[in-house]
């Protein structure tokens, strides 16, 4: 696989880090999570292909243990605020001049500088911070936050996953490390790019819920069908809007015009009244004909049995039989393999783990004795 022989140190947060993790060993990348001691379980569900080691980072020797595994690494990624790992002696400052190649990714809400570089938040602050979430509603409602997605996940750990793939590939031609500033807001914001660059030419000119791509548009936005299920409309070029019209049964001449803005509550309501006239499977069977932008919302349910996505085998089952997004993108030659092997329990891989970093039986013995590690003893390797 494309990052196979990286070994990537994973100290275990909740949500953006296990994702970036997630990514980085569905690639390829050896990744060990550093789980606390005296922990009974972790809520990391995005642990596939993972190992776990138990520290009890309380005691010096444990911090010795991690540095340890640290500057014997290729990367380090850490999700906590800022100063939380200087004060264990374990900053980039220090790490980087025991291992000068070593990649220190630092993911966190607000970003190492700045006045709130040490504040607690969550996405929807992160979003509200980056000025996505303005945009965000319907006319008339208060912004709303897309689920957890647009800060922990495309801004947080996906956005700090290339940053690592890119001190990766840098550090070929250079032979070195360096740090990785990951901020939720500046990767929400960045992921909204567009949204910024095209205020130009006029997507966004309107308050929120009013303009082409945020619900204002009538042939833009998801329509009721007679069995309580949703149709998603994206006819924005003329030449899908004539096909969407022919896939309704309407005559455009019958019609405001498509861009006449003041029409499109008029609009939207013959649509809904149209779309509400036939079940999803309907109206799937006579857009899947045409070149209308026009799909069924599916359910979680009901993605894998799409045909388009069983062609593509674009998911598929965890280890414990439920259905999951297959890892994207698809590479030609070094596609991702993705563990079918359970989300690792605290500490179960400690031993082989240390084992692997050149770890004596006595010195593991000695660790575990002093209760410096824990190891799950019902699936270890002892």
């Known amino acids: 696989m494309a990052l196979a022989g990286v070994r990537v140190i994973e100290l275990a947060g909740l949500a953006p880090a296990p994702f970036c993790g997630m990514i980085l060993a569905d690639f390829g ?4 999570r550093v789980d606390r001691t005296k922990t009974l379980a972790s809520l ?12 009890n980072l309380k005691t010096p020797e444990g911090i010795s243990l991690l540095r340890n595994l640290c500057v014997q690494s290729d990367v380090v990624l850490e999700p906590y605020r800022k100063g939380v790992m200087e004060k264990l002696g374990l900053g980039p400052s220090e790490l980087l001049k025991q291992n000068p190649r070593l990649i220190y990714a630092r993911l966190t809400g607000y970003g190492q500088s700045g006045c709130f570089a040490s504040a607690a938040g969550h996405d929807i602050n992160y ?7 303005s945009r965000l509603g319907r006319s008339g409602e208060k912004p709303y936050a897309p689920l957890n997605l647009l800060a922990d996940f495309a801004g947080g750990g996906l956005t700090c996953a290339l940053g ?7 550090r070929t031609k250079s032979g070195k490390g360096q740090i990785i500033d990951a901020s939720m807001v500046e990767g929400a914001a960045y992921t909204g790019s567009f949204v910024w660059k095209s205020h130009s030419i006029g997507l966004w000119e309107s308050d929120r819920g009013q303009n082409m791509l945020d619900s204002g548009a009538p042939f833009y936005d998801t329509y009721r069908t007679s069995d309580g299920k949703y149709i998603a409309v994206g006819a924005l070029e003329p030449q899908f809007y004539q096909q969407l019209l022919k896939g309704l049964e309407l005559e455009d001449e019958g019609l405001p015009p498509q861009m006449s803005v003041g029409d499109w509550p008029e609009l ?3 649509f809904t009244e149209r779309f509400a006239s036939k079940t999803q499977a309907e109206w799937s069977r006579i857009f899947d004909k045409i070149d209308a932008c026009t799909t069924p919302v599916l359910s979680f349910d009901e993605v894998s049995s799409h045909p388009h996505n069983q062609e593509r085998g674009s998911f598929m089952k965890d280890s414990e039989g ?17 563990s079918s092997t359970s989300n690792p ?9 240390l084992e692997e970093y050149n770890f004596t039986s006595a010195e593991i013995n000695k660790l575990l004795a002093a209760g410096i590690i824990e190891c799950n003893a019902s699936k270890a390797k002892l």
Do not use: N, W, Y
């Not at 292909?49 to 520290?55: D, N, R, Y």
């Not at 329990?345 to 783990?353: D, L, M, P, Q, Y």
């Open 29 to 32: 990348a050896k990744v060990i």
């Open 345 to 353: 329990s605290v500490g179960e891989h400690t031993v082989e783990v």
């Open 322 to 338: 439920a259905e999951c997004p297959r890892p994207a993108p698809v590479l030609s030659r070094t596609p991702a393999k993705p």
């Open 44 to 55: 990391d569900t995005l642990a596939r292909g993972k190992q776990s080691v138990a520290i």
């Open 268 to 270: 939207r309501r013959i």
């Open 127 to 133: 979003v509200a911070m980056s000025g996505l979430l």
């Open 164 to 170: 690592i793939v890119l001190a990766l590939f840098e």
